[in-house]
């Protein structure tokens, strides 16, 4: 039998998530395929069934596997809201992350990793992606890129028949990219590890693939090999569902700033246990400029935002301005978030709770980590303005866990705009849209820079996704 795995028009028990049509679909064995389609087209759902986290009904159909192993052994998936999964609470991980003392009975990389593996297969892993030096750290203080290759390695080492992973190369630099391709291809000839990737860009789509399963609004369209997807751009439109019309933001809140100096930082140096993650920093950003902040994985941008978004304790013992006031001297925490914008790859970590999508964007008002105060009708009826904008109102009363990670992303960036703040940080903010939403984001990113005393910091590893309206840039280096 050549069929890996054979999916014949199986129908899950819950109606939420059935197919519009029935699924007909054979993965043969070296066969490697990636699932290509919007946010919330069912690429998850998918994922799922395949791997048996979704009832099917007795009657109604199967999916035949042609492997010994148990199904959880030999179907694994990984997905980018995983990375904190070895992380024991949010609570753990955001005090531990600036606290390096509270850090000693955290486990390391290898720690974590040697009950699994030899520790040769482990290296030669963590060579091959250029890892060596996280080895010996402790997973709280890894970036968000170096928490995702550290994922993938650890279920690679498990040996999967088939690996599913969703949008496997946001937060990654070029360099990790690259590298990480170069994994797939060696694990596939030496392991016979078959890939299935989730994918909401179809110019992501690395050469190790060979076949194409389109998806649109919860419809499998028919597999087709890589040449017959690449070649087909009519397919490529129907999949994502671009703006027709103008994007028009909500109406201006607040006054433009007339502060002089947004931020400032003055020989500012982080170090957490032996590793120095920030040294000799100087940076200074001025009311209504536009910044890029850029660096490979693990080189600190995360740390540095933290310090501006008053989030890290160790800004206190080093020099920093935030509109135009030194750091320390009498304001609060929340007189500094009130007037900041902020998204990164992380805050999915801090909303886990089952409450409609719309309460999570209007608690951007508040500026705390979790929903924990109810907002006004008027605050309600804002934040309904800017899900509009970002075109996710059919969704805005949904449970926010029932979202795909796609979806998630694009409430949180809404959520990072209700307030109209005088500076937007946005860390990797297109993390995980589909090519229709990173359009729909960027125009609106550029609309708000538009506006007078608004200012920009950007971080992305892909130079396609800075906003037209940045120009600087500031660069950082990884420190050993």
């Not at 060579?127 to 390695?153: A, N």
């Not at 850029?294 to 501006?308: D, F, I």
Request: hydrophobic share 40%.
């Amino acid at each position: 039998m050549n069929k890996l795995i054979s999916l014949i028009h199986p129908v899950p028990r819950m109606p939420e998530f059935r197919f519009k049509t029935p699924i007909m679909w054979n993965i043969n064995f070296g066969e490697q395929w990636a699932v290509v389609g919007a946010n919330g087209s069912g690429k998850s759902l998918l994922a799922n069934m395949i791997q048996g986290r979704i009832a099917l009904r007795d009657l109604d159909g199967k999916i035949e596997y042609n492997f010994s192993e148990p199904l959880f052994e030999a179907v694994r998936t990984i997905s980018f809201k995983d990375i904190y999964t070895m992380v024991d609470g949010t609570t753990a991980y955001y005090q531990q992350r600036w606290h390096s003392q509270d850090a000693e009975g955290v486990v390391t990389v290898k720690e974590i990793l040697q009950p699994i593996a030899p520790i040769e297969e482990i290296e030669q892993l963590f060579d091959m992606l250029s890892l060596t030096d996280i080895l010996d750290k402790s997973v709280i203080f890894l970036s968000s890129g170096e928490l995702r290759k550290f994922l993938l390695i650890k279920v690679i080492l498990t040996h999967p028949k088939l690996l599913i992973v969703d949008n496997p190369y946001i937060g990654l630099d070029a360099a990790s990219r690259e590298s990480l391709n170069t994994m797939f291809s060696a694990m596939a000839k030496l392991n016979g590890m078959q890939l299935l990737l989730l994918l909401s860009n179809p110019a992501d789509l690395p050469d190790i693939i060979t076949h194409v399963m389109p998806i649109k609004d919860m419809e499998c369209l028919g597999g087709v090999t890589r040449e017959e997807f690449i070649g087909n751009v009519e397919l490529h439109k129907q999949l994502f569902n671009y703006a027709t019309t103008e994007i028009e933001l909500p109406r201006k809140r607040v006054e433009s700033s007339v502060h002089q100096v947004t931020f400032r930082m003055e020989d500012v140096n982080i170090v957490c246990g032996t590793r120095t993650i920030l040294k000799n920093i100087d940076w200074e950003v001025k009311n209504g400029e536009k910044w890029a902040l850029t660096g490979p994985n693990g080189s600190g941008k995360s740390t540095l935002l933290s310090l501006v978004y008053a989030d890290n304790p160790k800004s206190y013992s080093n020099t920093l301005y935030l509109f135009d006031r030194k750091r320390g001297t009498g304001e609060s925490i929340w007189d500094i978030k009130s007037r900041i914008g902020y998204v990164s790859p992380e805050m999915h970590l801090y909303f886990m709770e089952d409450i409609p999508m719309l309460r999570i964007v209007a608690s951007g008002f508040f500026d705390s980590i979790g929903v924990f105060r109810k907002c006004t009708p008027e605050q309600e009826a804002e934040a309904m303005e800017w899900i509009k904008c970002f075109g996710i109102e059919n969704i805005a009363h949904r449970s926010f866990l029932s979202l795909s990670s796609g979806e998630q992303r694009l409430a949180l960036l809404a959520r990072a705009f209700v307030k109209d703040p005088d500076l937007l940080i946005l860390d990797e903010p297109l993390h995980g849209l589909d090519v229709a939403n990173k359009e729909r984001a960027s125009k609106i990113i550029e609309s708000f820079c538009d506006r007078q005393g608004k200012t920009l910091v950007y971080v992305t590893h892909y130079k396609g996704e800075i906003p037209q309206a940045v120009t600087n840039e500031f660069k950082l280096i990884k420190h050993q």
